[in-house]
């Protein structure tokens, strides 16, 4: 944990005020879910907790801004942005979110970040933050549309690897379904771990 986040005492605090002033009621509230979400499996997978949390907090704290301020922001700061992000420019308020994490809520550890960076895609190589974010994104209290959700849910807690392909599979699955556009990193990152797993 960087020095600045332990001196700094009441983070958690600091950070939950911040975006429940940022976002939406909805959003802010689900914000609370995904870090809680992600502190429990902190706990369970032996990762830190107050790494998990803070993440969870501020993982979509780029969600107010719009497309037009999603795309200025990632310009202005040199973060190259695929077709797909052009195409649907909400995809890149996780490069945004870590843009600011680092720069308006001045956490710099790069765990946080980069877990922040890649919370809607996930990537190759996931650490093991990167991947109780992504999951803890899609299982927290709050959600209730997905498909198979109380055994994702169920599953979190048993096998990390395979709940994170399992939430791949299922998200690709709906993406084909429904005819939308699939970012050629989700495609990479399903490929990836179905190699891995030899599934
Ligand atoms: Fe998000
Ligand atoms: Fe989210």
Do not use: W
């Given at each position: ?24 009621y909805k959003?802010f509230l689900?914000s609370?879910g995904v870090?809680e ?10 990762a830190?907790?107050?790494k ?10 780029a969600?107010?801004m719009d ?12 973060v190259?942005i ?16 870590a843009i600011?994490?680092q720069e308006k809520?001045?956490i ?6 980069e ?10 190589e996931?650490?093991l ?19 198979n ?9 048993e096998?990390?690897d395979?709940?994170?392909f399992?939430?791949l599979?299922?998200?690709l699955l ?9 970012d ?5 990152t ?8 030899d599934a």
């Open positions: 944990m960087s020095d600045k986040i332990k001196k700094d005492q009441p983070t958690r605090i600091r950070l939950a005020k911040a975006i429940e002033k940022e976002l939406n959003r689900h609370l870090a979400t992600a502190a429990a499996l902190a706990m369970r997978y032996d830190d907790v107050e998990a949390e803070i993440a969870g907090i501020l993982h979509d704290c969600k107010y497309e037009k301020e999603l795309i200025g922001i990632c310009k202005k700061r040199g190259a695929s077709d797909a992000e052009y195409d649907n420019p909400s995809l890149l308020h996780a490069k945004a979110g600011l994490a809520y001045d710099d550890d790069p765990e946080i970040l877990a922040i960076r890649n919370h809607t895609t996930g990537k190759p996931m650490s933050l990167d991947k109780i974010i992504y999951i803890a994104d899609y299982i927290e209290p709050g959600r209730d549309q997905a498909p959700l109380s055994i994702v849910r169920s599953m979190a807690f096998d990390i395979r709940t994170l399992k939430i599979e299922d998200i709906y993406l084909q379904a429904t005819g939308a556009r699939i050629p990193m989700t495609g990479k399903y490929q990836y771990y179905r190699e891995e797993l």
